[in-house]
């Protein structure tokens, strides 16, 4: 029978690289080598981010909830119609899927 080889040979022992002991890591990046004014800077800039995007997603609700009342209210008629396509599209989609699929 033939010896089995591994499909990723490792080099002999002599030819892996030594470690070095005496080298001291250059950067350090726990959160104590950041001074503290950076570090509130970017805590109070991404509490702020944070802020802005909550309260534009809830202006972007709000609007939308309005859009929708409004149409509700005046086109009624057209948002049956849109339901309708669109679940027409969907099941059509999922039909070729499940075609392709089985």
């Known amino acids: 029978m033939a010896e089995r080889v591994s499909a990723y040979p490792f080099p002999e022992p002599e030819s892996y690289p030594r470690p070095v002991d005496d ?3 250059e ?12 570090y509130e800077q970017l805590s109070f800039r991404a509490g702020r981010t944070f802020r802005n995007a909550e309260s ?5 609700i709000t609007r939308m909830k309005a859009v929708m009342i409004r149409v509700v209210e005046e086109r009624p008629i057209n948002l049956v119609v849109g339901v309708a396509i669109a679940t027409f599209i969907a099941g059509a989609g999922l039909r070729i899927w499940r075609s392709r699929h089985e």
């Open 56 to 60: 534009a997603t809830q202006t972007a």
């Open 27 to 38: 950067i350090d990046f726990g959160i104590g080598s950041v001074p503290m004014s950076l």
């Open 23 to 25: 080298v001291e890591p």
